[in-house]
């Protein structure tokens, strides 16, 4: 799976968009980002992925340039709860397990 | 809605005792898997398993066995722990024999292990 480079931490106000982006320069063809995102001392929780399309779910969405190099998550109205670190994984589904790095910590304040 | 649960959020055990960690996803899924999650290390996989009676080694096997005896369950089992050996333990399923299809999360098993 490519390498992804996330920023480590980022602040947001309630109720206004958060945009965590991620780098993922050496991503192959086959494969896909995913974002999931984890709440302290909870298990990580799927947000969305995609190939080459933007994408829209009732969480969020994940825009993906067109050269496929970087993409950001957008979650629309960021609330108290959203407070989480954010991972971007470039996964080819060549094996089983997802690795993680260390992600971006999203703190969203009042 | 995918569900997977875990048998307990916290557990403490002595050194040398069996423990035994479940998981039971409700999505009929093919795949589950084990993970243990420390501090700087990331996720990192023990086993999982894409059909009953199936199991394969991830990465860090030592220490672990599991047991697939049906679809929807997932066990883990440290013949005899050890303080190394303390962690967040997380399961996950995922549909398809596809590895590329989304991983669900339980919601985590914190051990301590004395």
């Known amino acids: 799976d490519a390498k992804t480079t996330q920023p480590p931490s980022m602040d947001c106000a309630e109720g206004r968009a958060a945009n965590l982006p991620c780098n993922h320069s050496?991503?192959?063809?086959?494969?896909?980002v995913y974002w999931y995102r984890q709440i302290h001392s909870q298990g990580p929780q799927y947000i969305i992925h995609g190939l080459k399309n933007n994408e829209t779910n009732e969480m969020a969405s994940l825009i993906i340039t067109e050269d496929r190099k970087s993409s950001t998550l957008i979650l629309p109205h960021a609330t108290l709860r959203d407070t989480a670190v954010y991972y971007c994984?470039?996964?080819?589904?060549?094996?089983?397990?997802?690795?993680f790095g260390k992600g971006t910590k999203l703190s969203v304040k009042p | 809605d995918v569900k997977v649960t875990q048998s307990s959020r916290y557990l403490v055990k002595r050194t040398g005792e069996k423990v035994f960690l479940e998981c039971v996803q409700d999505m009929d899924h093919e795949n589950m898997f084990w993970y243990r999650q420390d501090p700087g290390l990331g996720l990192r996989l023990i086993y999982f398993?894409?059909?009953?009676?199936?199991?394969e080694k991830g990465d860090i096997p030592e220490g672990y066995s599991v047991s697939r005896e049906k679809k929807e369950r997932f066990s883990l089992i440290l013949e005899s722990a050890s303080t190394n050996q303390t962690s967040m333990y997380l399961c996950a399923s995922s549909y398809g024999r596809n590895f590329q299809e989304t991983q669900y999360f339980g919601p985590g098993t914190r051990l301590l292990v004395l």
């Open positions: 050496t991503i192959s063809g086959n494969e896909y």
């Open positions: 994984i470039a996964r080819g589904g060549s094996q089983g397990n997802l690795i």
């Open positions: 398993s894409y059909d009953v009676k199936m199991k």
